[in-house]
């Protein structure tokens, strides 16, 4: 079984950092793409951060400039730093992961619980 961990989340001020972590765990032969979503109150879940296993990034628009997305193939983990933070950032953050399980056939994909993300004066 397959199990994505996260942490780093917390309370933040406008123009902070923060570092998040995404561990994957269990029976895993490979990884494609490992991403960040965001989800406020109230609104959709969406794309802020992916990487895939070659190393190719895509960010969100809003993030660009002040998010990075990172990963450690050998730890089957992925990091989202995130800088220049501001209160529109507030949300849960959704780790993601596209594996190859050596039992499966196909890739499937996990979430993870999520983290929450405050920034606040």
């Known amino acids: 079984q397959v199990q994505l961990v996260e942490s780093g989340g917390g309370l933040v001020q406008p123009g902070g950092s923060l570092r998040l972590s995404c561990a994957a765990s269990g029976s895993i032969f490979s990884i494609y793409t490992m991403n960040w979503y965001s989800q406020a109150p109230g609104k959709e879940r969406e794309l802020v951060a992916a990487i895939t296993s070659g190393g190719s990034t895509n960010y969100a628009a809003s993030v660009k400039g002040r998010f990075t997305i990172s990963r450690d193939n050998a730890k089957n983990t992925v990091f989202l730093q995130m800088n220049s933070l501001k209160p529109e950032d507030t949300a849960v953050y959704y780790c993601?992961?596209?594996?190859?399980?050596?039992?499966?056939?196909?890739?499937?994909?996990?979430w993870g619980q999520g983290t929450q993300v405050t920034v606040s004066s």
């Open positions: 993601y992961a596209a594996i190859r399980s050596y039992s499966g056939s196909s890739l499937v994909g996990h």
